[in-house]
């Protein structure tokens, strides 16, 4: 594997307040947007390690066409899945606090100030995650995903259900990722992985404002393989720990959800997905001005 610097990105000897990790693999068409959305953000304290993951389109050109020392960028020689390449952002990570952003979804210009305002002002909290708008294609919005409470109960109440904390919105302390870290065999659902294992001795909180537009793209064979994953992985967990109610549970809900997503796939039975909320007028302004600033930063223009 060949691990490089991207114009100076670890020449500072200050050391930066957040550590963001971008995995990619095959996301040339998105990633470009992806990143120019950190760039915009309010709060500049950062770093971002792009790793590539043995990608087979023009990824790591796109990778390499941004002149920003704040970014570093890895080279994989070899495709070794997601939960590795995390892992490695971790071990990599100089900053206090470490982020997860996605190839081809939109962070909201204050997500990081605000998440970090956020965890210094409770230091009980270990992972925080946001409300995200939903979209697809280019810009086609199809909603706002609202989890209600963002209390660590709430988020906690049903386990055996999962845990709606969208995995790109995470930030939390870095020596908690550390403790915990991703399971490679986990990798598909590795985000409720991580939250099963961690929930009873750690403090999750969620934002109730979107600070992530998430790229939907719902693949019928994607989608059952993660919840094959959620229920192996979660469920042999369960078992481990001697919670065998929870594994009775988790078969019963992922199978239920197996069966949901083909009826809506097969049939068309849309009422069956998470229902999503209409944007606020504030929110659906401010996605307008986050798309119009990032088409002129494509269209080589200043904003």
Known sequence: MKSLDVRGGTGSDKQPLVTIALPVYNGAATLSVAVHSILMQSFSDWELIILNDASTDDSLAVMRSFDDSRIRLVEGEENIGLS??????????????FARMDQDDISFPQRLEKQLAYLQS??????????????????????????????HEYICRHPWRGFYMAHPTWMGRLHWFRHYRYRTCADGAEDQDLLY??????????????????????????????????LRSLGREALVSGFYVDAVKILSVQMAKIFADMLRHGLGLHALRNALLPLDEKTRAEWCDILQKLKCIQAGERV
């Open 197 to 230: 294992r961690s929930f009873r001795h750690s403090h999750f909180a969620c934002l109730s404002e979107p600070l992530l537009a998430y790229r939907e793209a719902r693949v019928l064979k994607k989608m059952f393989r993660a919840r094959m994953v959620v």
């Open 84 to 97: 590795a390449r995390l892992n490695m952002a971790m071990d990599m990570a100089r900053g206090e606090y």
């Open 122 to 151: 409770h230091p009980d909290v270990d992972l925080l995650s946001a409300n995200v708008v939903v979209f697809e294609g280019v810009d086609e919005v199809l909603g706002q995903w609202d989890v209600g409470s963002g209390t």
